[in-house]
């Protein structure tokens, strides 16, 4: 059968959040003439960053100019404190660097390849590499010097240098941020993060045999590459949903609660519709109707779902507190 209409490789695993981020954006232009102020936003030394374009907007700007990137949510307080003062050193430094904003719930593919475990998180990416960052928020002037570290490790790497913000004599150590040695230098440069984009090409034009094989290709040098697993996972349901008939699994599910194969078909159905706790519902309640073997495949299947979603999605999390419950 064909693919559910509605099923895309990114729409089923972060549904709620693009919504969300589509609604910011739109009050964004609504409110557009606010950013009148603002000449950084306004002659793009400051944009915001996808999934989607993270590679041209700041692997490939990153080669020309040092690329600082702002990692942030929402609902994040420290994120709203730390956010004004890049965005007015960017605007100060005047093309010296980028500040790429990136909305962590919107864009989840990059959090984890990021291994973005709290925010705020500021990344600088050098010459296609990543140099150097912190955690959390930090006073202006620790942000002057550590920029003006990026802008010294930037010439090192040989960007050219037109001045730092940092003022001269100034250490670089903060006093309220977490230094941290930041992941992902790898995956910034040619290699993975060039498999990666074929991956997603390869999803795109419908290609699963050429997308897995580049998720794999991975996973054979990094077993535990979390995008790689979840994308080959991702690959998997498809490869399965293609093949249901959708009116039989429902009849099946329907008529045999506890067969613990039927309500995995259906869950895999709902999951690539993006009915993700539904899902998720389903099989919690099939472990705890049925024991034995039913019992065991209903977890399996649903560990298996689980890698299809970003590991610290909020859904993942509440379910397998909720499976840990049902096991012990």
């Given at each position: 059968?064909?693919?559910?209409?509605?099923?895309?490789?990114?729409?089923?695993?972060?549904?709620?959040?693009?919504?969300?981020?589509?609604?910011?954006?739109?009050?964004?232009?609504?409110?557009?003439?606010?950013?009148?102020?603002?000449?950084?936003?306004?002659?793009?030394?400051?944009?915001?960053?996808?999934?989607?374009?993270?590679n041209a907007e700041v692997v490939a700007r990153s080669r020309t100019v040092p690329v600082i990137l702002d990692l942030w949510a929402e609902w994040c307080g420290p994120c709203k404190q730390l956010g004004p003062i890049l965005e007015r050193l960017a605007?100060?430094?005047?093309?010296?660097?980028?500040?790429?904003?990136?909305?962590?719930?919107?864009?989840?593919?990059?959090?984890?390849?990021?291994?973005?475990?709290?925010?705020?998180?500021?990344?600088?990416?050098?010459?296609?590499?990543?140099?150097?960052?912190?955690?959390?928020?930090?006073?202006?002037?620790?942000?002057?010097?550590?920029?003006?570290?990026?802008?010294?490790?930037?010439?090192?790497?040989?960007?050219?240098?037109?001045?730092?913000?940092?003022?001269?004599?100034?250490?670089?150590?903060?006093?309220?941020?977490?230094?941290?040695?930041?992941?992902?230098?790898?995956?910034?440069?040619?290699?993975?993060?060039?498999?990666?984009?074929?991956?997603?090409?390869?999803?795109e034009r419908g290609d699963l045999d050429a997308a897995a094989a580049a998720f794999e290709k991975i996973l054979a040098t990094s077993p535990a590459d979390p995008l790689a697993t979840m994308g080959l996972g991702q690959v998997s349901l498809i490869r399965?949903?293609?093949?249901?008939?959708?009116?039989?699994?429902?009849?099946?599910?329907?008529?045999?609660?506890?067969?613990?194969?039927?309500?995995?078909?259906?869950?895999?159905?709902?999951?690539?519709?993006?009915?993700?706790?539904?899902?998720?519902?389903?099989?919690?309640?099939?472990?705890?109707?049925?024991?034995?073997?039913?019992?065991?495949?209903?977890?399996?299947?649903?560990?298996?779902?689980?890698?299809?979603?970003?590991?610290?999605?909020?859904?993942?999390?509440?379910?397998?507190?909720?499976?840990?419950?049902?096991?012990?």
């Amino acid at each position: 059968m064909n693919q559910p209409r509605n099923f895309s490789l990114y729409g089923a695993v972060d549904l709620g959040a693009r919504q969300a981020a589509a609604q910011r954006r739109q009050r964004a232009a609504e409110q557009g003439s606010a950013a009148d102020g603002q000449p950084g936003a306004q002659s793009g030394l400051i944009i915001d960053v996808t999934d989607e374009t993270f590679n041209a907007e700041v692997v490939a700007r990153s080669r020309t100019v040092p690329v600082i990137l702002d990692l942030w949510a929402e609902w994040c307080g420290p994120c709203k404190q730390l956010g004004p003062i890049l965005e007015r050193l960017a605007s100060e430094a005047n093309g010296e660097f980028v500040l790429a904003r990136v909305d962590v719930d919107a864009n989840p593919q990059l959090s984890v390849a990021l291994q973005v475990q709290s925010i705020p998180m500021v990344v600088a990416v050098v010459a296609g590499q990543v140099v150097d960052g912190f955690l959390g928020a930090m006073p202006e002037q620790q942000v002057r010097q550590w920029l003006g570290q990026v802008m010294q490790a930037a010439s090192q790497l040989g960007l050219p240098a037109t001045g730092a913000p940092a003022e001269s004599g100034q250490p670089g150590a903060d006093a309220g941020a977490e230094s941290v040695t930041m992941p992902g230098q790898e995956m910034l440069a040619d290699g993975p993060s060039a498999v990666f984009a074929e991956a997603q090409q390869a999803m795109e034009r419908g290609d699963l045999d050429a997308a897995a094989a580049a998720f794999e290709k991975i996973l054979a040098t990094s077993p535990a590459d979390p995008l790689a697993t979840m994308g080959l996972g991702q690959v998997s349901l498809i490869r399965r949903v293609e093949a249901y008939d959708q009116a039989a699994v429902r009849r099946d599910a329907a008529s045999r609660p506890a067969d613990a194969l039927a309500q995995s078909r259906l869950a895999d159905l709902e999951l690539a519709t993006g009915q993700i706790e539904t899902a998720f519902d389903r099989l919690l309640a099939t472990v705890s109707r049925t024991s034995g073997d039913e019992r065991d495949l209903a977890r399996k299947h649903l560990l298996s779902l689980f890698e299809i979603l970003p590991p610290r999605d909020p859904r993942v999390a509440k379910a397998r507190a909720r499976l840990s419950s049902l096991l012990f």
